[in-house]
């Protein structure tokens, strides 16, 4: 066999075998979460019964322990309202850094960009005493402040598309009348498709799974007031685990979904923005 037959057989062997590595574990937590035998069962790989039974207790048989039901109602209002306050927050200051001009534009970017390098937990303590404060601990609304309210540190990369836009389209809006807004609304963010898809996908992403921000602010003791990543993160306790593990992978699988969704709807738009930006000359 020639080299070039030997390549490509060789690279093809070498993303299944990547491809087996990265799904092992995922069919692994899918059959599992089919089994009866509730805790972790090492012996088989696929379980001797299957049952349906634990995606059934997730949302209709709510216990003391394991309320699903809940958890999946929070994390979705805090990920789609942050989804919805970051993104506007990270279009409107990423615009205003790459096409507005004002005194101190330069300083201030440098300055968010430092504060941006400093890890997030520093500040938790001091984040959770002010909210504390404020009273806003315990409390959906207090975490989808905390998840919005420093998104906009995050232009940077929507920024830099911003300034790929030829400002020659936003100074001929501007002769013809457009104020700030309308050049905002109509002419730079028609053209920012792909960029508007990875800032929602990120701004959903992020709270949609955070669990140590959520943990220090949720402190209450009722299940039904907890986010999704805590609510799992308390079924593998090591009193809990050998009697809700694979409730706790099925509840592993359900999290994934609103996260396939949201990528298969945003993806029309991601390929009909590159798309769009090919075929103008």
């Not at 599992?32 to 088989?44: A, D, E, F």
């Not at 019964?49 to 929070?74: E, G, I, K």
């Not at 789609?80 to 506007?88: E, K, Q």
């Not at 998840?147 to 598309?161: D, H």
Request: glycine share 8%; net charge positive.
């Amino acid at each position: 066999m020639s080299k070039k037959y030997i390549r490509p057989v060789l690279r093809h062997l070498f993303l299944a075998a990547l491809v087996f590595v990265w799904l092992i574990p995922i069919l692994w937590l899918f059959v599992t979460s089919l089994s009866t035998y509730k805790g972790i069962n090492t012996m088989h790989f696929f379980p001797t019964r299957w049952t349906l039974d634990n995606y059934h207790q997730l949302f209709f048989r709510p216990d003391t322990v394991a309320n699903f039901s809940a958890w999946f109602r929070n994390s979705m209002v805090i990920g789609c309202c942050c989804c919805v306050i970051s993104t506007f927050f990270v279009l409107m200051v990423s615009y205003a850094f790459s096409c507005m001009r004002f005194p101190g534009r330069k300083k201030l970017m440098s300055f968010s960009i430092i504060l941006g390098m400093f890890p997030g937990v520093l500040s938790m303590i001091a984040i959770y005493f002010v909210m504390k404060l404020l009273g806003l601990t315990d409390s959906i609304g207090g975490l989808i402040i905390i998840y919005s309210a420093g998104s906009g540190l995050g232009f940077l990369i929507c920024k830099g598309f911003f300034d790929t836009i030829p400002a020659s389209l936003r100074e001929s809006a501007r002769l013809e009348g457009a104020s700030e807004l309308q050049i905002f609304t109509r002419v730079v963010i028609p053209l920012s498709k792909p960029m508007i898809v990875y800032t929602v996908i990120n701004a959903f992403l992020t709270p949609w799974m955070d669990f140590v921000m959520a943990k220090l602010m949720i402190r209450s003791k009722e299940p039904s007031h907890w986010t999704v990543a805590m609510g799992l993160f308390n079924l593998v306790q090591r009193t809990l685990v050998g009697d809700y593990f694979t409730v706790f992978c099925a509840g592993g699988l359900i999290v994934a979904i609103p996260i396939s969704v949201l990528f298969i709807i945003m993806q029309r738009f991601y390929v009909e923005g590159i798309t769009g930006g090919a075929v103008k000359g």
